[in-house]
């Protein structure tokens, strides 16, 4: 990777249409702030699954992080946001 | 739903999956322990039906204050359930607002982005 703290972001044009998409009514619409910030809760989202597999593939001694280690974090990652 | 509604999503799904994959190579090289193709979808995928749960969730906040725009107090809402996530958030959101003062160059000191939403 060229620059390492390049920071890796949902773009704002995804996140705007992905939640308009998932919106019951068509009128409902979307500020900047708010899709920047859902961009940065979506971000911390993948992060921390990701962290949570790591950690868990970690205690099992795996070199890999696999399916079932993503499986076990799902539930508590689900309930925290 | 149309093929043209059921393409956007499978692009939208793409994009998710294309920025999960991204993380998750960035994390693996800075942990020394790699995610399998596998994991990264399952990720996606998760990553991808909780944006519904956010959206609805959104959607119904906006409307219980009387909008039909969701704005950032919304969102302030959803990241509600961990404290550290919602103080993250608040922090976000005050550095937009200082951002577009700073475009805007107002010189008022409103701060009634600081109403923190505790439980």
Do not use: W
Request: charged share 35%; proline share 0%.
């Amino acid at each position: 990777m060229a620059e390492h703290d390049a920071e890796i972001v949902f773009k704002k044009e995804t996140v705007g249409k992905l939640l308009s998409g998932f919106f019951k009514e068509d009128k409902t619409k979307l500020s900047s702030d708010a899709t920047l910030l859902m961009a940065e809760i979506l971000k911390v989202f993948v992060q921390e699954a990701a962290m949570r597999s790591q950690k868990q593939a970690q205690s099992e001694d795996c070199d890999q992080v696999d399916i079932e280690h993503f499986e076990k974090i799902l539930p508590q990652l689900l309930l925290d946001f | 739903m149309s093929v043209d509604q059921d393409e956007t999503l499978q692009r939208l799904k793409a994009a998710v999956h294309f920025t999960v994959g991204r993380l998750c190579q960035q994390l693996g090289e800075d942990h020394g322990r790699g995610f399998s193709r596998q994991v990264i979808a399952a990720i996606a995928e998760t990553t991808f039906r909780q944006c519904d749960v956010f959206a609805k969730d959104l959607e119904a906040f906006a409307r219980h204050a009387k909008r039909s725009t969701v704005t950032a107090e919304d969102v302030k809402l959803v990241a509600r359930r961990s404290s550290a996530l919602s103080v993250y958030i608040q922090n976000k959101s005050e550095e937009l607002n200082q951002e577009q003062k700073k475009k805007s160059s107002g010189k008022r000191k409103s701060r009634d982005t600081e109403e923190e939403s505790r439980e």
